[in-house]
């Protein structure tokens, strides 16, 4: 009776290759404990990003103290951020998304032109400017506004459960979507 060896642990197996492409054909997003865990990812990547714009902008101004020109450098920042995820999402992914084989598309499935990768970009604010303002209204600091922020960001990522393909809202109104993308096999040289 002939036995049959387990797959290869490096190679797929069916039901591990239909379940994203399935998923990817009907335009449903990835799972958003995997979306989450990249936009987690991300955010510990833009400390680096952060860090570099900061000292730039404080060595270009001369700035000596961490609340001068304050609102020039979160201006800056906004710019650099822009910049950074507008080239990146017109490519394809940024690196986290890459990391977690995530790819934003637009509608039809091709990658993003940069005009609608800075409305994406505008409207991930969606993410961050609710609550800021309600901490400015109620004139929370410290542990409420980080609470608040907090608490928006989860019911923000929840909501996505109430659109049809499981997107996240902003990717809706910016007429992009993000999609599982299985980066192609390595091709193995020869000895």
Known sequence: MPVSSPPH???PTDS???????????????????RMACWL?????????VFVAAYLFSTLTQTRHALDNRHALQAFLFVVFGIYFVW???????????TWHIRVVDRQGRPLSQPRALLR??????????PLAL???????????????????VIWALLSRFHPQGQFWHDA????????HEPPPRQQKKK
Do not use: D
């Not at 994203?20 to 997003?29: H, I, N, S």
């Not at 990146?88 to 890459?98: D, I, P, Q, R, V």
């Not at 901490?135 to 960001?153: D, I, K, P």
């Open 135 to 153: 901490v400015r209204v109620l004139e929370l600091s410290g542990s409420g506004a980080a609470a608040m922020v907090m608490g928006w960001v």
């Open 16 to 34: 591990v290759v239909s379940a994203p492409t399935v998923a990817a054909a009907k335009g449903l997003a990835p799972a958003l404990r995997r």
């Open 41 to 49: 990812y991300e955010g510990m990547l833009m400390f680096g990003v």
């Open 121 to 130: 970009y505008v409207l991930c604010w969606l993410w961050f400017l609710p």
């Open 88 to 98: 990146f999402w017109s490519h394809g992914h940024t690196l986290a998304m890459k």
């Open 173 to 180: 109104l910016a007429g992009t979507r993000l999609v599982h």
């Open 9 to 11: 642990p490096r190679q």
